[in-house]
């Protein structure tokens, strides 16, 4: 793991801890069934920022002072890219617009880490 992935919101749960990858169900990440659970999710609550191809330019995204994470992006299809995706889901991104997700379950949001990993190496 190199400091570039380090989470700023979450270091102290991900960033460089190996705990945390460890946690990740990569398994759960790699199935079909997961990703297109999350594909519906992402859909539904996510496409507005983070837009319909998963690259950061949603409608939303015009304006924002931080722009939407760039899924088509290698870095989130290794453990701890999955890692940090799901931090961020949970808890937000503090001091940006990305909101925590805590309505959603923890599985719901593998499933949407699941989608976001096929992103970076299969596109939307
Ligand atoms: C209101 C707009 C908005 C919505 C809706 C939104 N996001 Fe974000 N998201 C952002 C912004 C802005 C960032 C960039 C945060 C930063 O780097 O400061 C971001 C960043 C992220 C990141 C990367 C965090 C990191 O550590 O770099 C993930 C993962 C993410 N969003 C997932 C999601 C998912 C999944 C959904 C839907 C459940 C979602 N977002 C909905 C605005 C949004």
Redesign the pocket.
Known sequence: MTTSIA?S?CLAKCGEDARATESVPWDRIRSAEARSRGKA??VQ??V???GEHADGRGV?SIG?D????DFSNAQWNSPAGAA??YH??REG?AG????S?SS?SEAESWD?VAY?VSVSTQGP
């Open positions: 989470c919101a999710l992402f609550n996510c507005l920022c983070h939303r924002l931080r722009k939407p994470a940090r995706a961020a889901i991104v940006s617009p990305m909101p997700w959603l949407l976001l």
